[in-house]
């Protein structure tokens, strides 16, 4: 019969309470992360789901929202999120409105979501983030789009596909399609060079303002390249003159980092995460 060595015995013991202990930590993480989650949503969502133009007066189905939003924001939150933390600073969460389709099909016109406020957090390409912006020449408001280019990289779009440094980032179609009363178009997959994979929508008929060959640019060291999700409605970095004069997204500028939609329309659509 074999026997293991003593010394393999002996790690063997000493690992598992490390083991233990790790996973226990885990799990008193996650429910403080939940518990803080409650803190936050469990108070405000009847207010969020009006503003989402969601409300109802079924309290079953309110409770059942409630939680959908709860579940997904929790695991979202900061790993050091916990209740009294929630109380002092919002984890720095802070819930914005979406007024327009530009971000379809990921996030839907009227939706609240979460955004992680950005001291808190870095960004990444692939990120949907709020921001600072002026269209038009107009005075300065909020708005959302996803970051495409970092900073000091080369960007270009041909034909809709985008181009990082000369790398064109995949784009595979889906196979569905998404028709409302303002736009309409096909779904796509769009892959960064990380591997980091979300949804865009380009209609098979746009108009002729849109614009889907543009660049190549190379951005400032401070500032980003952006793009709505609905390629086809969306004002972003590819209409320089119409958005924040030279088309970027300053890191000045940026707010936050959008994390799961808190309110929406659809039931189904509530604790959707973006991150």
């Known amino acids: 019969m074999f026997l ?7 790690i063997l013991a000493l690992s598992l309470p490390l083991a233990i202990a790790a996973l226990t930590s885990n799990a008193m993480g996650e429910d403080a992360r ?3 989650a409650k803190t936050l949503v469990s108070p405000a969502f009847p207010i969020w789901l009006a503003r989402a133009k969601g409300w109802t007066a079924d309290t079953q189905s309110i409770a059942s929202m409630t939680e959908r939003a709860i579940t997904g ?7 050091d999120c916990d209740v009294a933390r929630m109380k002092r600073d919002l984890c720095g969460i802070k819930p914005f409105t979406i007024p327009s389709s530009s971000m379809s099909p990921n996030i839907e016109e009227s939706e609240l979501v979460a955004a992680q ?16 912006a002026q269209f038009y020449d107009a005075g300065e408001t909020i708005a959302i789009t996803r970051v495409v ?11 809709g596909h985008v181009r990082i ?25 769009e892959t960064t060079p990380e591997g980091r994979r979300y949804s865009i929508l380009m209609s098979s008929d746009p108009s002729s303002g849109v614009i889907r060959d543009f660049g190549p640019v190379t951005l400032p ?16 970095s ?3 003159q119409y958005f924040n004069g030279d088309g970027f997204v300053k890191r000045a500028n940026i707010i936050g980092v959008s994390v799961s939609v808190l309110a929406s329309r659809n039931p189904e659509r509530i604790g959707k995460q973006l991150r």
């Open 117 to 132: 406020i950005l001291e808190y957090s870095p960004i990444s390409r692939g990120d949907i983030i709020v921001h600072k």
């Open 73 to 79: 924001l929790s695991p979202m939150l900061p790993r």
């Open 34 to 36: 939940e518990m803080a």
């Open 4 to 10: 293991p060595p003593i010394k393999s015995l002996c």
């Open 221 to 236: 060291e401070d500032s980003y390249f952006v793009l709505g999700d609905n390629r086809d409605n969306s004002m972003d």
């Open 238 to 240: 590819r209409y320089p």
């Open 149 to 159: 280019g970092l900073p000091g990289e080369t960007v270009e779009m041909r034909d």
């Open 165 to 189: 440094n000369g790398a064109t980032l995949a784009n595979v179609a889906t196979g569905q399609t998404v028709t409302s009363d303002s736009f309409s178009g096909n779904i796509y997959t």
